[in-house]
C-alpha cells in the first residue's frame, strides 16, 4: 500500500494525525493488553522485526502485534498450511503466519516492492522459516488471474491475509472466493481505517485517510452483504474483517 500512497501524492500516516494503531480509547489499555498478553509471547524474531520496522517512514502501516498475535492463534485453530498474503511491507504479519504454519507448510506473498521485504528478510531468515514463502514482487491481481487459469488452483488456499491497496479489495476478494476453500478464511486489514469509517462525511481528516475511507467504507458493505461468506469485523489493530467462505 506504501507505493499506492506515493503514487497518488499523499504522506505516510503518523501518531499526530491519526492516534496510536489501536482503537482503544485508553492507549494506557492498550499497553496493558500489549505488555500482560502480547509481548510476553512475542517471538524474539518478530520483536526484532517490528522494532525494525518502527523505525521505517510508514512504520505505522505494519500489522500490530496483537494483530499478528490474533493471527497466529487462529492460523493454528483453522488448521492452515496453504495461505497467501497480498501486501507484505518488511514482513511483520508474513513472519507471524509462517511461525504458525507447519514446516509443510507455504505462503504465497505478494508485494509491489521487494525493497521493503528484503529490509525484514534477514531477521525471517534468522527465524528458519524462509522456506515456506514464496515471495513475488509485482501486482498481485496478474497473479490471481494466472492462478485462476489452472482450475486445479480453485479451492485450494486454506487462508488469506490482504493488506494492500484498499481501491483493490473488492477485486481481490471475487478471485480469491475461488481460490479459497469453503471453510477458508480471508482476513480484510485496515476495515476501521483509524476509526475514520463511522465519522460525518465532512469531518477532518489528513489526506491519506480521507482518500481510501470511501474504498473502506465500500468494501465494508459489499463483505456485509456477500451470502458467500460468513463474516466478522474486529476491533483488533486498525480493524480486521474475517470471512469464511460458506459457498
Known amino acids: 500500500m506504501e507505493a499506492k500512497i506515493k503514487a497518488e501524492g499523499l504522506d505516510p500516516p503518523t501518531d499526530k494525525d491519526n492516534g496510536p494503531k489501536s482503537l482503544l480509547q485508553s492507549e494506557a489499555l492498550y499497553q ?18 517490528r522494532e525494525i520496522t518502527s523505525k521505517h517512514l510508514w512504520g505505522l502501516i505494519a500489522v500490530s502485534p496483537d494483530e ?28 507471524a503466519t509462517a511461525l504458525a504454519l507447519p514446516d509443510d507448510g507455504n505462503i504465497l506473498a505478494l508485494d509491489i516492492d521487494r525493497q521493503n521485504y528484503e529490509l525484514g528478510l534477514p531477521v525471517i531468515e ?30 485450494t488456499f486454506d ?21 479459497v476453500k469453503v471453510g477458508g478464511v480471508i482476513g ?4 476501521l481505517w483509524f476509526g475514520s469509517v463511522a465519522l460525518p462525511p465532512d469531518a477532518p481528516l489528513p489526506k491519506t485517510l480521507s482518500f481510501y475511507r470511501p474504498f473502506v467504507q465500500e468494501v465494508n458493505k459489499a463483505l456485509a452483504a456477500d451470502p458467500r461468506v460468513e463474516i466478522c469485523q474486529l476491533p483488533v489493530g486498525d480493524g480486521i474483517t474475517l470471512c469464511r467462505k460458506i459457498k
Open 188 to 191: 480484510y486489514d485496515n476495515t
Open 159 to 179: 487462508f488469506v491475509f490482504v493488506d494492500a491497496d484498499k481501491d483493490n479489495y473488492l477485486n481481490y476478494h471475487e478471485r480469491l472466493l475461488d481460490l
Open 68 to 95: 499478528g498475535q490474533f493471527l497466529s492463534l487462529l492460523l493454528k485453530m483453522i488448521g492452515a498450511k496453504k495461505t497467501m498474503e497480498i501486501g507484505v511491507f518488511t514482513g511483520y504479519s508474513l513472519l
Open 126 to 155: 534468522k527465524a528458519g522459516i524462509s522456506h515456506k514463502i514464496d515471495f513475488r514482487e509485482g501486482p498481485a491481481l496478474p497473479v490471481l488471474d494466472k492462478l485462476l487459469e489452472d482450475v486445479e488452483n480453485h479451492g
Open 32 to 49: 496493558y493488553i500489549l505488555e500482560t498478553s502480547v509481548y510476553p509471547r512475542e517471538h524474539e524474531c518478530l520483536k526484532e522485526l
